[in-house]
Structures are given as C-alpha cells and as structure tokens.
C-alpha cells in the first residue's frame, strides 16, 4: 500500500492561495532598496514542478514530480510537502475502482431482489400479490399500478444521471410500504423495519458507484489544522 509522507513548512510570505493546484505562483511584490538609482526587483515566479525556493523538482516515470511538491494551505498558512505523489495517486485510483465496483454489484443485487420479489408478481398478475396487498388492507386491483410506480422508480435509479432522483423516489415507495406494515401490526424487525433495511442498502450501493453522493456526504471529514 502506498504511502504518503507529508513534512510542513512556512509558507511565503509572498505566496497566495490559488483556486487549482497548478496556478501556485508568487504575488507580485516590488521591494525597494529605500536609496535614489536603486531599481525595484521582482521576485522570482514559482512554477509547476519546483520547490518554494526555485529548484526543479525531479518527475519519475508517472511524469509527476517527485520530491517537494507544494501546496499552499489557506487555513494555516503553511505548505504540505509531499513525497512520492505518484504512489499515492495510484492508491487512490485503486480504491476508486474498489468502490465503484461494490456499489454496482449493491445495485445490481438491490435491482435483482426488487424485480423477483416484488416487481415481476405485480405485472405479471400473480395471486400471491393480490393476496398480499388484500392481508395488508389494500382494496383489489391495485397490484399493477403499485407494480408500475416500483418499475419507474427502479429505472431511473439505475440511469446514472437520474439515479438520485430514483433513489429518492424509491425511499418514498419504501416509507409507504413501512406504514403500510405499522398499520397491519407486523412484526417490528422482520416486516415494519424490512423497507429500511433495503433502503439503507439501496442507498450504499449509490454512494459507493457515484462520486458526486461521496463528496457530499464523506464517510471522514478533514479538519483543519
């Protein structure tokens, strides 16, 4: 496993903070020597690939710099230095693709379960729905309405760009059939918390496979130091 070492030093004073990593460069700043002749100089630009104080950093097969790569930190005003970027970048792309591959197998599982239990009896108007839907109190014929409603909703979760829409409605479809549960008084951990259960599924498997969810709701939060 590749690990990132990380040593901290003073920031510059001359130095702001840059939207992206590679627009790092100096503020300008004129210094005069206080005395009549004397010219005004200018710093020397920081550019990609060198330390704070100007030495080209050495690039590994990767084509990334190893050595002193440094990142100007707002909060504390300090620069993290970083060896080996290479290796921990690589890290990084393998537990990507460890999660985006778990969460398409959570969903495909979620997707094979809703469409064998619940999805295909509907549609195809098989006795055991109706009479299902009759114990919990639903009048008869509702089977392929409720059928379709779950269809849709597992469609658009499944399409990337909808997916969060599809797991939202989903959840709603969840929730009814938990209070449906309530108000036949079924048993409270195998019927009336069985739609949680799913949804808490159906919920991890879309933020294993999609970034976007990831970044808004992070398993670990970075604090500042």
Same mark, same amino acid.
């Given at each position: %496993?590749?690990?990132?070492?990380?040593?901290?030093?003073?920031? /510059?004073?001359?130095?702001?903070?840059?939207?992206?990593?590679?627009?790092?460069? /100096?503020? /300008?700043?004129?210094?005069?020597?206080?005395?009549?002749?004397?010219? /005004?100089?200018?710093?020397?630009? !920081?550019?990609? =690939?060198?330390?704070?104080?100007?030495?080209?950093?050495? *690039?590994?097969?990767?084509?990334?710099?190893?050595?002193?790569?440094? $990142?100007? *930190?707002?909060?504390?005003? $300090?620069?993290?230095?970083?060896?080996?970027?290479?290796?921990?970048?690589?890290?990084?792309?393998?537990?990507?693709?460890?999660?985006? !591959?778990?969460?398409?197998?959570? $969903?495909?599982?979620f997707a094979?379960? %809703?469409?064998?239990?619940?999805?295909?009896?509907?549609?195809?108007?098989?006795?055991?729905?109706?009479?299902?839907?009759?114990?919990?109190?639903?009048?008869?014929?509702?089977?392929?309405?409720?059928?379709?409603?779950?269809?849709?909703?597992?469609a658009l979760y499944?399409?990337?760009?909808?997916?969060?829409?599809?797991?939202? @409605?989903?959840?709603?479809?969840? =929730? =009814?059939? %938990?209070?449906?549960?309530?108000?036949?008084?079924?048993?409270?951990?195998?019927?009336? @918390?069985?739609?949680?259960?799913?949804?808490?599924? %159906? !919920?991890?498997?879309? !933020?294993?496979?999609?970034?976007? @969810?990831?970044?808004?709701?992070?398993?670990?939060?970075? $604090?500042?130091?």
């Open positions: %496993m590749a690990v990132a070492i990380h040593r901290i030093a003073p920031c /510059p004073a001359n130095f702001v903070v840059p939207r992206r990593k590679e627009e790092i460069s /100096p503020m /300008p700043r004129v210094r005069h020597n206080g005395g009549p002749g004397h010219e /005004p100089r200018e710093p020397a630009r !920081w550019r990609p =690939g060198t330390g704070p104080d100007g030495a080209q950093a050495r *690039r590994g097969r990767s084509g990334f710099p190893v050595g002193r790569i440094a $990142t100007c *930190r707002k909060a504390d005003a $300090t620069f993290v230095v970083q060896a080996n970027p290479g290796q921990s970048m690589r890290g990084t792309a393998v537990n990507n693709s460890t999660m985006l !591959w778990t969460g398409r197998v959570m $969903t495909g599982l094979l379960f %809703m469409l064998g239990a619940s999805i295909a009896p509907k549609l195809l108007g098989m006795p055991v729905a109706e009479e299902t839907l009759a114990q919990l109190g639903w009048p008869a014929g509702y089977a392929l309405t409720i059928g379709l409603i779950e269809l849709a909703c597992l499944l399409i990337p760009r909808t997916s969060v829409l599809g797991a939202v @409605l989903m959840m709603s479809l969840l =929730g =009814g059939a %938990m209070a449906t549960q309530v108000r036949a008084e079924s048993p409270l951990f195998s019927h009336i @918390l069985f739609s949680a259960y799913l949804g808490l599924f %159906m !919920w991890g498997g879309l !933020w294993l496979r999609d970034p976007r @969810l990831r970044q808004l709701f992070p398993a670990i939060r970075e $604090t500042a130091r």
